[in-house]
């Protein structure tokens, strides 16, 4: 099953700057990779799905980007703002593309 | 607008009791997952459903878990008995399976056994 390793310690940054997570996996290099945000007490959040041949992915201030030499994708939060403070977790499908494993996640916090 | 909605949200038992939590998937949406979440394990799959019918239940422990959807609207998830150990936040998500697995999450039911 895949393995995936996202930073276990909190990233604190001030606001307006930009916030960058990583996810790392160690098997096989699925089609695509989804990322999710989680605020305390709630459930996780879909925010963006990037597959495999996109390379980079945009939505208002994320940018998504995936990289299957590397086995890496990177999240980043351009212009960060407190409201961005929350767990982030990357998530991969498994082989049978039913179900996902999700990473432990990364806390961010944006401080004003 | 239509989400998931978990029930109970909180819930406090001794060990030994039966604990049942329930799910109301989004109407329409034909797969639902069942996790649980600690601080040292992270979110982990504990059973999934395609139509109804039970996928992959893997993740459960067998001798003590059940899980189950009587009908399109409502899942469960038994615990019986409970232990200590299975405090945590249980999930349940509901997806389409055409939809490349994003997962829409309900609030969650933090169960505490003592």
């Known amino acids: 099953s895949q393995k995936i390793e996202q930073n276990s310690e909190a990233l604190n940054i001030q606001e307006g700057k930009t916030a960058t997570l990583t996810c790392n996996y160690t098997?096989?290099?699925?089609?695509?990779l989804q990322w999710y945000r989680q605020d305390p007490g709630r459930g996780p959040v879909f925010l963006l799905l990037?597959?495999?041949?996109?390379k980079e992915k945009r939505k208002e201030r994320l940018k998504v980007t995936f990289d299957t030499t590397l086995k890496q994708s990177l999240f980043h939060i351009t212009a960060s703002q407190p409201a961005d403070s929350a767990t982030y977790l990357c998530?991969?499908?498994?082989?049978?593309?039913?179900?996902?494993?999700f990473g432990k996640g990364t806390m961010l916090l944006v401080s004003p | 607008d239509a989400r998931v909605t978990q029930t109970p949200r909180h819930k406090v038992t001794e060990m030994g009791q039966e604990v049942t939590m329930r799910c109301q998937p989004i109407?329409?949406?034909?797969?639902v997952f069942w996790y649980r979440q600690t601080m040292m394990q992270g979110l982990e799959l504990l059973a999934y459903?395609?139509?109804?019918?039970?996928?992959?239940d893997s993740g459960m422990p067998k001798d003590r878990f059940s899980a189950e959807m009587p009908d399109a609207t409502l899942a469960t998830l038994k615990i019986q008995p409970s232990e200590p150990r299975d405090s945590a936040v249980y999930f349940c998500?509901?997806?389409?399976?055409?939809?490349?697995?994003?997962?829409?999450f309900g609030p969650g039911t933090r169960l505490t056994v003592l």
């Open positions: 098997n096989y290099s699925p089609a695509y």
């Open positions: 998530a991969l499908p498994n082989s049978g593309y039913s179900t996902l494993t």
């Open positions: 459903f395609r139509n109804r019918a039970p996928l992959d």
């Open positions: 998500a509901s997806g389409l399976s055409y939809r490349a697995g994003e997962q829409f």
């Open positions: 109407l329409g949406h034909n797969t």
């Open positions: 990037i597959r495999e041949n996109e």
